[in-house]
C-alpha cells in the first residue's frame, strides 16, 4: 500500500523562488494536513483540509498556500521561498475527524533555501 | 496555549532492558494522545493511539498509559532491541484546536 507520497523528497531553492510540495494519498482520507519539523521543535501545523474544496490555517501558515481539488490531493505552494522556510515538511491524513483519529504520515521533503 | 514536554530527550540503553518514556501536557482537555516513531530521514509511524476515556493501550512490547488529569503519559517499552533505536514522539489533540501539538521527542539508542 502506497499510503501518503510526498515528492519531492529534497529540494534546494533560491530565494525568492516559488515550488510546489505535492501530497498524494489514496485511502480515500477526507482529512490532510502539512506540518513543518525544525530542530529543537516539534512539528507544526501549517495548513490543512477536512475535505475537497474546503482548507484552513494552522499554527504557521505565513508564507504557505494550499487547495483541495480532490480527496487525494493536498500540494503545499511556496510564493516566495526564504531561508526560514528552510525546514522538513510531512504531510499527514486521517480517516476521521483531524484531531481524533491515527494520522498517517508521508516521509517528509527536506527543503533548503539559500 | 497546549504545550507538551517529553523527557529525558536522549537515552542510550543496553540491549534487553525494559524502559519508559514520559510525556506531559499542560491542558487536560484533550480528544486522545499518540505515540509515534521516527527514523532517521523517515516519516512518522503511529505507534499508540489513547482516547482521552482509556487509560492504556498495548501493541506487542509497547504498553502506553494515559492520566489525563495530571497531564501524564508514559511509554513502556519491554526487551528492548536495536531495531527499537528511533525518535519518538508524543502528540496531543485539543478540544478545540486544529492538528496536533508535539513533543520535540526522546531520542532513543539501544545498544547492542
Known amino acids: 500500500n502506497a499510503g501518503v507520497t510526498q515528492t519531492p523528497k529534497f529540494q534546494v531553492l533560491k530565494t525568492g523562488q516559488s515550488m510546489t510540495l505535492q501530497c498524494a494519498q489514496d485511502?480515500?482520507?477526507?482529512?490532510m494536513s502539512w506540518y513543518r519539523q525544525d530542530p529543537g521543535m516539534g512539528l507544526r501545523l501549517i495548513h490543512y483540509?477536512?475535505?475537497?474544496?474546503?482548507?484552513d490555517q494552522g499554527e504557521v501558515p505565513n508564507g504557505y498556500n494550499v487547495s483541495r481539488s480532490t480527496t487525494e490531493d493536498f500540494p503545499l505552494r511556496l510564493l516566495s521561498a526564504a531561508p526560514s522556510q528552510t525546514s522538513v515538511y510531512f504531510c499527514?491524513?486521517?480517516?476521521?475527524?483531524?484531531?481524533?483519529?491515527?494520522?498517517?504520515f508521508g516521509a517528509g521533503t527536506r527543503l533548503s533555501v539559500l | 496555549k497546549q504545550e507538551v514536554t517529553q523527557i529525558p530527550a536522549a537515552l542510550s540503553v543496553p540491549e534487553g532492558e525494559n524502559l519508559v518514556l514520559n510525556c506531559s501536557f499542560t491542558?487536560?482537555?484533550?480528544?486522545?494522545l499518540q505515540w509515534f516513531r521516527q527514523d532517521p530521514g523517515k516519516g512518522l509511524t503511529s505507534l499508540l493511539l489513547?482516547?482521552?476515556?482509556?487509560r492504556e493501550q498495548t501493541s506487542g512490547r509497547l504498553n502506553a498509559s494515559l492520566d489525563k488529569s495530571s497531564g501524564r503519559s508514559t511509554l513502556y517499552i519491554a526487551a528492548s532491541q536495536p531495531g527499537d533505536s528511533a525518535t519518538y514522539l508524543c502528540?496531543?489533540?485539543?478540544?478545540?484546536?486544529?492538528?496536533?501539538?508535539f513533543g520535540k521527542g526522546t531520542h532513543l539508542i539501544i545498544q547492542p
Open positions: 499527514a491524513s486521517s480517516s476521521e475527524q483531524l484531531a481524533k483519529n491515527i494520522q498517517y
Open positions: 485511502m480515500n482520507h477526507e482529512y
Open positions: 483540509s477536512v475535505g475537497a474544496g474546503i482548507t
Open positions: 491542558d487536560s482537555a484533550i480528544y486522545n
Open positions: 489513547i482516547q482521552s476515556s482509556q
Open positions: 502528540a496531543v489533540s485539543v478540544v478545540g484546536a486544529d492538528g496536533l501539538t
